[in-house]
């Protein structure tokens, strides 16, 4: 019998131990955290960004990631404005990101390593219009072969795209009107096995020098300039990997290339992709495939679909998710406002990368309720209007009291607690949060951690405080919960 015992002991000390590790590895594989230096986040600032790099065709700004609050979440944030018929060139980060659209529609392309080619072009065509464009014909299984790519996303205003970390993307405005986007980088992410810096590896193209300044260590630097990948190769030893002349190679290398990033096109870029009219019709079938499932029938068993289920789960998947559409708003108050939230139970990609997203939209005077999030950093981007903005710490002192206005960007750090009350004009805005499932906890409303807690527990926490004060600290607000409309408005709309 005692031998019996001390093999269960032993047995169950050595799956508690395996439990935790593997329970440590879940949690390494989520994200990095800088233990060794204290995060400095007693004062918050409203950002804007310090440098920014003059292109053919755009710019790009760039927010100081050494600041203080982004030091501390891990990420570094950029925005980018691509005028009509500019290109931003293929590039790939060293980190996941996600990337909002705030105005604008473009054409986005994303490689994912392993997946196919499947925007094919085989149809005939006479020799000497095919000799202008490549000089040369080739025979593939008996057909006249064009181009083929990788698929392409149709992008616009209101939409969030998720890229992988080291996946090439480019961007190509088709519009008539500027593209403007801003990007949120998870440089701490586990993805990154490198220091927790952006790092921009260009394939294509030279970046230009910066304007503006940003904090390095002690002191200042200026932004520098750098070339693509391919200029550090050897021409010889590339143009034998590749398979062409040195002369190509130098084209490649782009290392006398003076139009930046973003460049402009000539005439229009000619790629492969569906007609306005097959896009409308696609629409229509996505109308029809969200009408099936909420009859809780699965889409899948209404299309056959081929594949060698690698295909159908990474280079299918999902990459974007529009959050503007007011009909997709999770929180609606029709004299408040609305919030949309996007997470992996929505987009199953921001699962692979870790992070999450969400939209608001404040009326006059609304109130975003106070709360704090449980599990993330929110790095909050206003879109629009104004708004007043209270930050609290574990301390009880406020880490931010002031005003937030359109193109400011500000950190919320996880667990500190935020109250926004939206001015006039209102307010609206898109928060980027380092989790995949972000949650939050409101303090007061329905579904709150006051509402939760029995009336007694209050009255015996908060020194002089009546049962009838603890009621209707807990009951005052009803049923209304997230948003909190202005008493002004609540009487009209009532």
């Known amino acids: 019998m005692a031998v019996f015992k001390l093999s269960f002991l032993v047995s169950f000390l050595v799956l508690s131990y395996v439990a935790q590790a593997q329970l440590g590895q879940l949690g ?111 025979e593939y299984g008996g057909q006249q072969f064009r181009d083929e790519h990788q698929r392409i996303h149709h992008v616009r205003q209101g939409d969030v795209i998720a890229v992988p970390a080291g996946v090439p993307r480019w961007c190509y405005n088709d519009g008539e009107t500027p593209v403007e986007v801003i990007v949120v980088i998870d440089v701490k992410n586990n993805a990154n096995q490198l220091d927790p810096t ?82 409308r019709e696609e629409s229509g079938e996505r109308g029809y ?86 599990n993330a950093h929110a790095i909050v981007y206003v879109t629009s209007g104004r708004a007043r903005m209270q930050v609290v710490s574990n301390e009880g002192q406020r880490a931010f009291d002031g005003e937030l206005h359109s193109g400011q960007l500000i950190v919320v750090p996880q667990n500190f607690a935020v109250v926004v009350q939206s001015r006039t004009e209102g307010f609206s805005w898109i928060s980027f949060q380092t989790n995949d499932n972000a949650m939050n906890t409101p303090i007061v409303g329905k579904t709150s951690a006051l509402r939760g807690m029995p009336v007694d527990v209050l009255v015996n926490a908060y020194r002089g405080l009546s049962r009838e004060e603890a009621r209707r600290v807990k009951f005052n607000r009803g049923q209304e919960m997230t948003i909190f409309p202005s008493e002004g408005s609540r009487r009209e709309y009532e």
């Open 198 to 279: 952006l790092r921009h590896f260009m394939l294509a193209g030279r970046q230009q020098e910066s304007s503006g300044r940003y904090r390095r260590g002690e002191g200042e630097q200026v932004g520098t300039s750098g070339n693509n990948i391919l200029s550090g190769f050897d021409a010889d030893l590339l143009a034998e990997a590749i398979g062409v002349n040195q002369e190509t190679v130098k084209k490649l290398q782009s290392r006398n290339d003076e139009r930046g990033e973003i460049v402009r096109v000539e005439r229009q870029l000619r790629i492969l992709r569906p007609s306005r009219t097959e896009e």
């Open 289 to 374: 495939r969200r009408e099936s499932e909420e009859k809780g029938e699965r889409w899948e068993d209404k299309v056959v679909t081929s594949g060698n289920g690698f295909d159908e789960a990474i280079c299918s998947m999902k990459m974007k998710e529009n959050i503007a559409d007011p009909l997709k708003a999770d929180v609606y108050k029709p004299n408040g406002g609305r919030i949309t939230f996007l997470n992996s139970q929505k987009l199953p990609i921001l699962k692979y990368i870790q992070m999450s997203a969400n939209r608001g939209v404040l009326h006059r005077n609304a109130i975003l309720a106070p709360h704090w999030n449980m």
């Open 28 to 138: 390494a594989s989520r994200r990095k955290f800088g233990s060794q230096n204290r995060c400095r986040i007693d004062r918050l600032n409203a950002l804007r960004p310090s440098r920014r790099t003059e292109s053919e065709a755009g710019v790009t700004e760039y927010y100081d990631e050494s600041e203080d609050q982004l030091e501390c979440a891990g990420v570094s944030v950029l925005r980018a404005r691509i005028e009509p018929n500019g290109l931003y060139l293929p590039s790939y980060l060293n980190s996941p990101s996600l990337v909002y659209v705030l105005r604008g529609r473009a054409v986005l392309g994303a490689v994912i390593p392993g997946c196919p080619e499947t925007f094919q072009d085989l149809q005939q065509e006479s020799e000497e219009s095919y000799r202008g464009e490549r000089g040369r014909r080739e």
